[in-house]
């Protein structure tokens, strides 16, 4: 299948078109992942490298998951075991790799701007696994692939985006990739936890108060608080941030009975949500999203490398 794009940096140089592709794909490698045997020949051949220089469970691993089931060779790569504690440069580093004749780099970095300056060196394809508080595009494809599976649309929805806005990476991508998608967003967070210009990431609507949103909103989308990014920042106690605006088994009798609950982990109980909600039976989709991380980022592997459909139809 062709795809216009050699890299996955930032969500808003990808149309409604574009985004809907990859969820499309998703759902074709979806049936591969129910399958008794899980693994495609599709990415035979190809080398991907996941070069993660700051800490990750459901990316990093959902990410190997999804190489090993296209049958991509990965290498593994980051962190304290790397030539750059002996000082080597980023760029070095970069070309090093690339000797090797590899075909894509996935990058996560605690510094904005890696991955495109990784794309602009290494002449491969780069996907953008999280770079400091500036975006996580796959995120966005996940929260969306889970949300459109979930409601049936994405086009129409009001989604709550409740938290630590101004030092998420997730929000750099997930309110963009939700207005591109069609739908309206609502920043719900203490002042001190906003951006500056909430309306640069496309928000529609700003609120302090929780408990008068929660009634209007089809999805309320948690965030974890940024403490390794606050830089200084004030904001209430743990216990009052919770009291002000945690999702608790009481606020879920303010809720729609289809509203639903997303996160994108790790989760902090107790803060941002409560175990009643976490767990919701019907409301949480946040293990969903996890398993939706493996399928989108098989489709955006597949589509920006350019695979075979060998093995993806049955």
């Not at 890299?7 to 049936?31: G, N, Q, R």
């Not at 696994?129 to 796959?138: E, L, R």
């Not at 999702?247 to 809720?255: A, D, F, G, S, V």
């Given at each position: ?151 049936g649309r994405l086009d129409g929805l009001k ?81 009052e941030y919770n009291m002000l605006y945690g ?68």
């Amino acid at each position: 299948m062709a795809f216009n794009h050699k890299h996955l940096i930032d969500i808003t140089e990808y149309s409604a078109d574009d985004i809907m592709a990859i969820l499309e794909t998703a759902v074709k490698f979806k049936e591969v992942n129910e399958r008794r045997i899980k693994q495609v020949p599709t990415l035979k051949g190809f080398t991907v490298v996941n070069m993660f220089n700051e800490p990750s469970t459901r990316t990093r691993s959902s990410f190997e998951m999804a190489e090993k089931r296209l049958s991509a060779a990965s290498l593994n790569f980051g962190g304290s075991s790397t030539s750059s504690v002996k000082g080597e440069s980023l760029v070095d580093t970069v070309e090093t790799l690339c000797s090797y004749k590899i075909d894509m780099i996935v990058v996560r970095d605690k510094h904005a701007g890696v991955p495109r300056k990784i794309a602009d060196v290494s002449g491969v394809h780069v996907i953008d696994a999280g770079d400091g508080k500036h975006q996580h595009p796959t995120q966005a494809l996940l929260d969306l692939y889970t949300i459109w599976q979930t409601k049936g649309r994405l086009d129409g929805l009001k989604v709550g985006v409740v938290g630590d806005i101004g030092h998420s990476r997730v929000c750099g991508s997930l309110i963009p990739a939700l207005k591109i998608m069609g739908c309206e967003v609502t920043a719900i967070a203490p002042p001190t936890l906003l951006p500056a210009r909430p309306e640069v990431l496309g928000v529609d609507h700003v609120s302090h108060n929780i408990d008068e949103v929660l009634p209007e909103l089809d999805v309320v989308y948690m965030l974890r608080i940024q403490r390794e990014r606050l830089e200084g920042a004030p904001y209430p106690s743990l216990r009052e941030y919770n009291m002000l605006y945690g999702l608790t088994e009481k606020r879920n009798k303010l809720m729609r009975p289809d509203c639903i609950v997303c996160h994108p982990g790790p989760i902090n109980r107790g803060v941002e949500l409560d175990s009643f909600m976490a767990d919701h039976p019907e409301r949480s989709v946040i293990l969903d999203q996890v398993y939706a991380g493996i399928l989108t980022r098989m489709a955006a592997l597949y589509l920006l490398l350019g695979g075979s459909e060998d093995g993806i139809t049955a």
